[in-house]
């Protein structure tokens, strides 16, 4: 019998990298952004955070877990 995964886990990765995500756009908004203001993402904090929200949940996507496994049960992979 398999252990099944703690959903707690994923519900905590699912929330937690896009918060990482959009506290990283906005840290580089700070720290790098745009002096002049024409830079189209670092131009303003809610864009360079919530494309920092997006990345983070790309990244989500990607390393959630069963996501190369094959759900069809023939054994092949």
Known sequence: MK???CKLTSILRAIALPL???AGGWLYYRYVG???G???VTSSP???TGFGCVLGSLLYTVLRPGRGKRQDGDGAE
């Open 34 to 36: 745009c002096a002049t």
């Open 3 to 5: 252990k099944k995964n």
């Open 38 to 40: 024409t830079c189209a």
């Open 20 to 22: 990482v995500g959009s």
């Open 46 to 48: 809610w864009l360079s």
